[in-house]
């Protein structure tokens, strides 16, 4: 029930990216105390997913589901973004493993310590595709161009992610049946045996 859930609202997460990337252009046209919005709105289309999977890199226990979660969760942004095969999907796994190696070695359990984290993973991840793109693809210019965008993407992802670990976190405690059946360890007991697996 919580991969579903995750999944689930994954795939909500991504269509409301894909609104606010139909949004964005129409806010690019304005101005604001005689200040263009252009230059700094351009590629500032969040990454909602990116959060969920620094959450899941942080918080879950295990390897198998945290990587096939991360998995998924690629494999919807491939479907619906967009893009060359495999992209999201090779980097939501990357980014899940090395937010998983972060959170061993930094306290990452307030929001403070999260935010840093999830700028860099949404850095990592653009470092990650203009990579691929340029090995990969066709037109070998156009990671070059699509480097400009890697801050204010970073930016615009951080600023939603509050919101995104609250709701991941949300998902984790209500799939386990309310807050009063929320595992506190992965140990063996009475508490981790009557804990509903998914």
Not at 92 to 98: I, N
Not at 107 to 113: A, D, G, L, P
Not at 122 to 129: D, G, R, W
């Amino acid at each position: 029930m919580r991969s579903t859930s995750y999944l689930l609202v994954g795939l909500v997460l991504i269509l409301l990216q894909g609104v606010l990337f139909r949004f964005l252009p129409w806010l690019t046209g304005m101005s604001a105390f005689g200040i263009e919005l252009r230059p700094l709105l351009m590629g500032a289309t969040p990454n909602l997913v990116l959060p969920m999977v620094v959450y899941l890199g942080i918080h879950e226990e295990s390897m198998a589901r945290g990587a096939l979660l991360s998995f998924g969760l690629g494999w919807e942004l491939d479907l619906l973004a967009g893009g060359p095969a495999f992209i999201h999907r090779f980097t939501l796994v990357a980014v899940w493993w090395l937010s998983k190696i972060a959170s061993s070695r930094v306290s990452t359990q307030s929001v403070v310590m999260r935010l840093p984290l999830a700028f860099a993973a949404s850095l990592v991840e653009t470092a990650i595709i203009l990579t691929l793109l340029t090995l990969f693809g066709q037109d070998s210019k156009r990671p070059l161009e699509l480097s400009a965008l890697a801050l204010p993407r970073a930016i615009s992802t951080t600023l939603f992610a509050p919101a995104v670990f609250d709701l991941a976190h949300r998902l984790a405690i209500f799939s386990w049946g309310g807050p009063g059946r929320a595992p506190t360890s992965a140990g063996t007991g009475p508490a981790s045996a009557a804990a509903p697996r998914s």
